[in-house]
């Protein structure tokens, strides 16, 4: 009796568990399936680009050993002759490999809009012979495929700063459903497992049967796939998540760390057109065998900045950010002021750090990625093959019912 009771307890729990597992998978499938996909697009982004692209990022200069750069701000008055823009440039990438183009972007944020298109009004880049000023090439990342991509699956093209929560919710949703799909998943005994783990299809020839396999098996190891993505996805929707995984990571820490306080301190007499061009060097001094770092330009020109915490942004590899350092500069004098190396970080902090790099799969380069991709595709099936089962179910109730009304007016 004991046993059937707990049998009973269990059946209906699971019954309510799937109940749930359904309602909440037909009102956010569709979601989930655009979020994913979206990210299984973008994957491969830089890869991509960098085949497209090519003939832009590397500027094929001869004899550059003999050669010095061109100062920014002289970059500055010949991109802006060649290319006309309305808005003043906002800031440069310059590699550290010599032989690639510097990248100069545009980037303006309209905070009123209420969509993407409106809220970026421009944001695009040139690639630019830093030896001769020749721009080589201009791309319009804000109408390019992948940022488009991107911001679907960021905000579904609405305004950032709220359309995130729009597509946050619906990953809070699907975490709950991941925790629902392993339970209903979970094989009852030993002749379960081997249906639970792997497709068994040489006797199998219902198309239905098979969808069903597609959905649990798949769905088991999607979840493990779909939980790292959806926390590391989480974290740019919530700064609750933020917070929570730097207190995780970082042995309690509740501070995360803050450099704002170091600023400028020299008498703007100091400044010169060339005091960028000071930093950069100092920069590229410090980290020869780095890939990148960004300078911020300022508005309206080169020599007019109105940052007193100016931060540079190391790039340590060409296919992750987790490696990075951050230097402050008096921008002003040009004088290192702060640096804070990828040592120096507590583990908080490179967690934080790795957040987009797990998220989107590059933490380890190309191998990560195609886990990633396909992660990303087999979370995006489950909405498809859990819809053909409800829809299934919902037929076959159909016709059941229809057949005992039959049966009940033949009597």
């Known amino acids: 009796m004991k046993n059937i009771k707990k049998n009973n307890k269990k059946s209906g729990f699971k019954k309510w568990i799937g109940k749930l597992h359904l309602w909440f998978g037909l009102g956010i499938g569709f979601l989930i399936f655009i979020i994913s996909i979206t990210g299984s697009l973008y994957v491969f982004k830089d890869e991509i680009e960098s085949y497209t692209l090519k003939e832009y990022i590397f500027h094929h200069e001869q004899n550059i050993d003999q050669k010095s750069v061109l100062p920014l701000s002289v970059l500055e008055k010949k991109i802006n002759a060649q290319t006309h823009e309305n808005y003043p440039i906002h800031w440069v990438q310059i590699p550290l490999d010599k032989t690639r183009s510097y990248q100069f972007f545009w980037y303006e944020h309209n905070e009123s ?34 940022n488009i991509v991107k911001m679907i699956h960021w905000s579904y093209l609405l305004k950032e700063s709220w359309g995130k929560y729009l597509t946050g919710i619906p990953v809070i949703i699907f975490i709950f459903m991941s925790i629902t799909g392993i339970i209903l998943w979970w094989p009852k005994n030993k002749a379960g497992r081997k249906q ?120 340590h590899l060409s296919y992750s950010y987790h490696k990075s350092s951050s230097l402050i500069f008096d921008e002003n004098s040009g004088k290192l002021l702060h640096r804070h190396d990828d040592k120096d970080k507590n583990f908080g902090e490179k967690t934080v750090a790795a957040n987009y790099d797990i ?53």
């Open 113 to 146: 809009a209420w969509n993407y298109f409106d809220e970026y009004p421009i944001y695009k880049s040139a690639y630019v012979n830093p030896y001769t000023g020749k721009v080589l090439g201009t791309y319009d990342i804000k109408n390019g495929f992948f």
């Open 196 to 315: 639970r783990f792997k497709f068994d299809w040489k006797n199998v020839k219902s198309w239905k049967r098979k969808n069903y396999d597609l959905h649990n098996v798949l769905g088991f190891y999607a979840s493990v796939f779909g939980l790292i993505m959806s926390i590391t996805g989480l974290f740019y929707a919530f700064f609750v998540v933020q917070a929570f995984i730097y207190f995780t990571f970082s042995g309690g820490s509740t501070v995360y760390p803050d450099f704002s306080k170091i600023t400028t301190t020299a008498p703007i007499e100091e400044r010169t057109p060339f005091t960028i061009d000071k930093i950069s060097k100092t920069v590229q001094k410090l980290y020869p065998n780095s890939y990148a770092f960004s300078l911020d330009l300022g508005h309206p020109h080169l020599d007019d900045h109105s940052h007193p915490n100016y931060e540079v942004f190391v790039q």
């Open 359 to 411: 998220h989107v799969g590059e933490i380890l380069g190309l191998p990560t990625k195609i886990i990633a991709f396909i992660g990303s595709l087999m979370i995006a099936s489950l909405p498809i093959t859990g819809f053909l089962i409800w829809w299934g179910r919902r037929k076959k109730s159909k016709k059941n019912n229809l057949h005992k009304h039959r049966k009940a007016i033949a009597k």
